[in-house]
């Protein structure tokens, strides 16, 4: 099955003779056992099983898109966070141990720093930040290197790291790789076929895809499996139903959003190459890219994320005024929905150094008609002559 098939006929329930097209969202605290015989076998089926015997524990509903994003994924298991945040600390936590020493790359999801600086120092984790594409591994694993997390493409710069080339150094150490592709959701690329241990995607991005839900998922291959499943339910971590059902539902026209995002964004970079105020725009498809050449070898395409640095003369209040005045475009957290954002930001990064006077502007290219994004942004110009 190719991958937009799989989208479209996994993760819909039981075969059924008569059955509705989507599964049905299966809400439960309690389940119940004919016998107590049964009661025990599924006890024990569920240390190895995603199956039926608590509610926090997910229910078909569950395990459905778990199903679905391991597919799509090539993975041994798939399991599902509150958020995305959520399964990056699981992640974490789960090779956390006094001692330890983790490598993480610079373009990681920015609020992953938090949890690094409360919990992790004071567990005796020692956390290292290394270039965003991840050039400087080698030099830096040491021998109590536990776990090496990245993104690519990194957060809002869209570096770009060769995971094959990062997985054979971290393997040969015998140190697990972790990614953060919510870049790719599932779609753009599966970082375990290119050697990741486990990936982690925000859900509540792309996959959800209507900005309605909060969700996070981490897949993860079979030798990394034996130390992960613990960790969700030992904390009492669960998904609601009803979300897996959106997240279900919004998957189904994963494959041609992120077309159309990416069609919309490839139209609105070659707008904005045409403009003097940019210094430049950061978007993994363009051959001035740093690894462009990386990127076309293991992306399928990009998505509708674009960030552009304005040119020195353009100060923070007026990328601030140009964000303001912009129509189409909202102003807000997340993306991944079918609405176009804009903030002004500053990537955060700790391995190099970014002066405080760059600016820079995240979009989120949604699925308005381009014509009407570019009318918006060429007003949008005019307010800061
Ligand atoms: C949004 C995001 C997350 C966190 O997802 P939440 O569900 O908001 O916690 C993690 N990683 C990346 C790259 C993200 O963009």
Redesign the pocket.
């Given at each position: 099955m190719k991958t937009k098939t799989k989208i479209i006929h996994l993760g819909r329930g039981k075969d059924l003779a008569v059955k509705a097209v989507n599964p049905s969202v299966m809400r439960a605290s309690t389940i119940l056992f004919k016998d107590h015989k049964t009661w025990q076998e599924y006890r024990e089926l569920r240390k190895t099983q995603r199956v039926l015997s608590y509610g926090a524990r997910g229910t078909e509903t569950n395990f459905e898109l778990e199903k679905l994003l391991c597919e799509l994924e090539g993975g041994y298991r798939a399991h599902l966070f509150?958020?995305?945040?959520?399964?990056?600390a699981m992640v974490l936590l789960n090779y956390a141990s006094k001692d330890a020493h983790f490598l993480i790359t610079d373009g990681?999801?920015g609020?992953?720093r938090t949890i690094c600086d409360l919990f992790l120092n004071k567990i005796g984790v020692e956390v290292e930040f290394i270039k965003a594409d991840a050039s400087d591994v080698e030099e830096k694993i040491k021998a109590n290197t536990k776990l090496i997390l990245c993104?690519s493409p990194g957060?809002i710069l869209y570096e770009i790291i060769d995971i094959p080339k990062l997985c054979q150094i971290a393997h040969k150490n015998n140190i697990p790789v972790a990614i953060?592709s919510?870049?790719s959701s599932a779609y753009l690329s599966n970082p375990i076929k290119l050697g990741v241990d486990i990936v982690?995607?925000?859900?509540?991005?792309y996959l959800s895809g209507h900005s309605d839900v909060?969700?996070?998922c981490v897949i993860v291959n079979e030798k990394e499996f034996k130390n992960f499943d613990k960790l969700p339910e030992a904390l009492g971590l669960t998904t609601s139903p009803d979300d897996c059902y959106l997240v279900l539902r919004g998957m189904r026209t994963l494959a041609i959003r992120l077309k159309n995002h990416e069609e919309n964004a490839d139209k609105i970079v070659e707008f904005l190459q045409s403009r003097q105020e940019i210094k430049t725009i950061f978007y993994p498809k363009l051959k001035t890219h740093k690894n462009n050449e990386i990127f076309k070898r293991d992306f399928v395409g990009t998505n509708g994320m674009i960030t552009i640095e304005f040119n020195e003369n353009i100060k923070k209040e007026q990328a601030i005024a140009f964000v303001d005045s912009l129509k189409y475009f909202s102003i807000g957290?997340?993306?991944?929905g079918y609405e176009s954002l804009a903030t002004v930001t500053t990537p955060p990064r700790t391995a190099t150094k970014i002066d405080e006077s760059r600016v820079f502007v995240r979009f989120h290219i949604g699925l308005e008609d381009v014509n009407d994004l570019i009318d918006d942004l060429k007003q949008a110009f005019l307010k800061i002559k």
């Amino acid at each position: 099955m190719k991958t937009k098939t799989k989208i479209i006929h996994l993760g819909r329930g039981k075969d059924l003779a008569v059955k509705a097209v989507n599964p049905s969202v299966m809400r439960a605290s309690t389940i119940l056992f004919k016998d107590h015989k049964t009661w025990q076998e599924y006890r024990e089926l569920r240390k190895t099983q995603r199956v039926l015997s608590y509610g926090a524990r997910g229910t078909e509903t569950n395990f459905e898109l778990e199903k679905l994003l391991c597919e799509l994924e090539g993975g041994y298991r798939a399991h599902l966070f509150p958020t995305g945040l959520a399964a990056l600390a699981m992640v974490l936590l789960n090779y956390a141990s006094k001692d330890a020493h983790f490598l993480i790359t610079d373009g990681i999801y920015g609020p992953v720093r938090t949890i690094c600086d409360l919990f992790l120092n004071k567990i005796g984790v020692e956390v290292e930040f290394i270039k965003a594409d991840a050039s400087d591994v080698e030099e830096k694993i040491k021998a109590n290197t536990k776990l090496i997390l990245c993104e690519s493409p990194g957060s809002i710069l869209y570096e770009i790291i060769d995971i094959p080339k990062l997985c054979q150094i971290a393997h040969k150490n015998n140190i697990p790789v972790a990614i953060d592709s919510t870049y790719s959701s599932a779609y753009l690329s599966n970082p375990i076929k290119l050697g990741v241990d486990i990936v982690v995607i925000a859900a509540t991005k792309y996959l959800s895809g209507h900005s309605d839900v909060v969700m996070g998922c981490v897949i993860v291959n079979e030798k990394e499996f034996k130390n992960f499943d613990k960790l969700p339910e030992a904390l009492g971590l669960t998904t609601s139903p009803d979300d897996c059902y959106l997240v279900l539902r919004g998957m189904r026209t994963l494959a041609i959003r992120l077309k159309n995002h990416e069609e919309n964004a490839d139209k609105i970079v070659e707008f904005l190459q045409s403009r003097q105020e940019i210094k430049t725009i950061f978007y993994p498809k363009l051959k001035t890219h740093k690894n462009n050449e990386i990127f076309k070898r293991d992306f399928v395409g990009t998505n509708g994320m674009i960030t552009i640095e304005f040119n020195e003369n353009i100060k923070k209040e007026q990328a601030i005024a140009f964000v303001d005045s912009l129509k189409y475009f909202s102003i807000g957290a997340s993306w991944g929905g079918y609405e176009s954002l804009a903030t002004v930001t500053t990537p955060p990064r700790t391995a190099t150094k970014i002066d405080e006077s760059r600016v820079f502007v995240r979009f989120h290219i949604g699925l308005e008609d381009v014509n009407d994004l570019i009318d918006d942004l060429k007003q949008a110009f005019l307010k800061i002559k």
